[in-house]
């Protein structure tokens, strides 16, 4: 039984940081694993500009631990009146990415896209800078089953953007099904895909039975368990094509725990322990490395961290609430076990 592992330094290709009080919080829960994040911003108002991007940047480092080295990764939010002009901006400013929100699909989407093909200009000045497109995939036509919004999203949606963008790099966040696995697997290299812990070691069956869970739910919403075997085979595969994307979504305790709870599950404190446990059950730690260290920054054509980092086989628990501004936010796995500590 292996009790100490040495990785690379993982990086987050998908996390939400949130603002103000709340970056007190979320910036050191991220900070204490990775080196590096891809920052959503889906704020309220969203970063739709290079100067509120980088200046949100700003705020977020002030937050970062003395004792840490952690670099957030900006990105826009797509708006249907996103220029060429502005994405010109944003290549030539140290933005990594572009996130596509479909209208209304999860929070603060509201102003997202609606008919991709409104963002003709955008889009194909990203393939022309070379400037990732990062994808919440879910179809939003009224009637779709929220269990089905994915595989929708795939053939009506992902398909055609692919055909028409012929040299745009895509990721495919937070994949949640097995027709999305297989999606990925099929597609030309510049597609790829992040897939978080929680995906990995929940389903709904943990959100529903026995009781609603708020704090298991989140969008895309946890699916069946064929779904979640699926995505943990394809992070264990070695694939460069899957790279860990927390998608960690803090909300306030009383944000969470109401008739109309928000979607997101904070991971970020044991983000890394979890992923370990995931692929410990998988019996693949030594692809574990692959997948938090290398496939991401590759990807992304960023060199690998140069430092390590060491988890070793501990039993220790999250505490039960962290401070988030005036509320509170729950941590998933709150106070439960956990198999697997960061030590380094």
């Known amino acids: 039984m292996v009790d100490e592992i040495i990785l690379t ?25 990775f080196g590096r994040a891809i920052v959503m911003p889906n704020l309220n108002p969203p970063v739709t500009t290079t100067p509120s991007a980088l200046a949100y940047r700003t705020r977020i480092l002030q937050h970062v631990p003395p004792s840490r080295v952690f670099e957030p990764l900006m990105t ?7 220029t060429g002009h502005e994405i010109e901006r944003a290549a030539a400013g140290a933005i990594s990415g572009v996130k596509l929100y479909p209208a209304t699909a ?36 009224p009637g779709i089953d929220i269990f089905d919004r994915e595989a929708v999203f795939l053939e009506r949606e992902l398909e055609p953007l ?9 990721v495919l966040e937070h994949i949640t099904t097995a027709a999305a696995v297989e999606f990925v697997r099929q597609a030309p290299p510049r597609l ?19 009781g609603l869970r708020p704090h298991y739910y989140c969008l895309p919403v946890l699916k069946r368990e064929r779904d979640r075997e699926a995505l943990l085979e394809a992070a ?7 790279f860990l994307g927390t998608d960690s979504a803090p909300h306030a305790r009383s944000a969470k725990e109401n008739a109309s709870g928000c979607a997101g599950i904070f ?31 590759d990807f992304y054509g960023l060199p690998r961290n140069p430092n390590t980092i060491r988890l070793r086989r501990e039993s220790w628990s999250l505490p039960a609430t962290y401070p988030y501004g005036q509320d509170v936010v729950i941590p998933l796995r709150a106070t439960s076990a956990l198999r697997w500590r960061l030590i380094c």
């Not at 826009?76 to 996103?82: D, I, S």
């Open 9 to 33: 330094q993982p990086d987050d290709w998908h996390v939400h940081l949130r603002d103000g009080a709340q970056l007190a919080t979320t910036v050191p829960s991220s900070a204490r694993s």
């Open 76 to 82: 826009l939010y797509l708006t249907e009146t996103t």
């Open 106 to 141: 999860t929070t603060h989407s509201e102003a997202g896209v609606s008919d991709w093909r409104c963002c003709d200009e955008a889009l194909a000045c990203m393939q022309e800078q070379g400037l990732p497109l990062l994808i919440h995939g879910e179809a939003i036509t």
């Open 162 to 170: 692919l055909q028409r963008y012929p040299r745009l790099k895509i």
């Open 192 to 210: 790829a895909a992040t897939i978080t812990a929680h995906h990995l070691l929940l389903n709904r069956n943990d959100l529903l039975l026995g």
């Open 236 to 242: 264990s595969s070695g694939s460069p094509k899957f």
């Open 267 to 297: 991971t970020a404190p044991a983000a890394l322990e979890l992923y370990t446990e995931a692929f410990e059950q998988a019996g693949c730690l030594s692809r574990l490395e692959g997948f938090a260290s290398h496939f991401g920054a």
